[in-house]
């Protein structure tokens, strides 16, 4: 079943938005229907997501380079598996474990994926670097005021 969203900004749009959902709900006729309401949460940003992968790069030179063959999809999937787990999903009628990824996290969840993958590389001896002008950098510094 496909999933619609709405996003309300203020009070001021509950009405008109409601409108909306209601037509949804009448065209979709699937009964019964769940409705899940939750604070809307920015979705990681361009500069976190290529940091991610800069990372990623930069951890499977350095594993590599220690013995340990992995590619930057490799080391994303670890990084999922250790920081993220998994999660069942139906999938053809049958319920499948799959590794979660990353492209459903907000900007915050990103944000402390990175702060573990940053403590992980250290504790494996690896130093990652990243951009002074970067939003990584820039929520780090704004932490340790």
């Not at 994303?76 to 799959?98: A, N, P, Q, S």
């Not at 492209?103 to 915050?108: A, V």
């Not at 994926?113 to 670097?129: P, R, S, Y």
């Not at 950098?137 to 340790?144: F, S, T, V």
Request: net charge neutral; with cysteine.
């Amino acid at each position: 079943m496909s999933s619609n969203y709405w996003i309300i900004r203020g009070v001021e749009e509950i009405d008109e938005r409601l409108k909306f959902l209601a037509a949804d709900l009448r065209r979709r006729n699937t009964w019964p229907m769940r409705l899940d309401v939750k604070k809307h949460t920015n979705p990681r940003t361009l500069d976190q997501n290529s940091l991610f992968w800069m990372w990623c790069d930069q951890l499977a030179s350095y594993l590599t380079a220690k013995g340990r063959p992995m590619t930057k999809d490799d080391v994303h999937d670890l990084m999922c598996h250790l920081f993220l787990g998994y999660e069942e999903r139906k999938l053809g009628g049958e319920i499948v474990r799959t590794l979660r990824g990353t492209s459903k996290l907000d900007k915050g969840e990103f944000h402390h994926f990175l702060e573990q993958m940053d403590a992980k590389a250290v504790e494996w001896g690896c130093q990652l670097t990243y951009p002074i002008a970067s939003e990584y950098h820039e929520l780090r510094e704004a932490q340790n005021v």
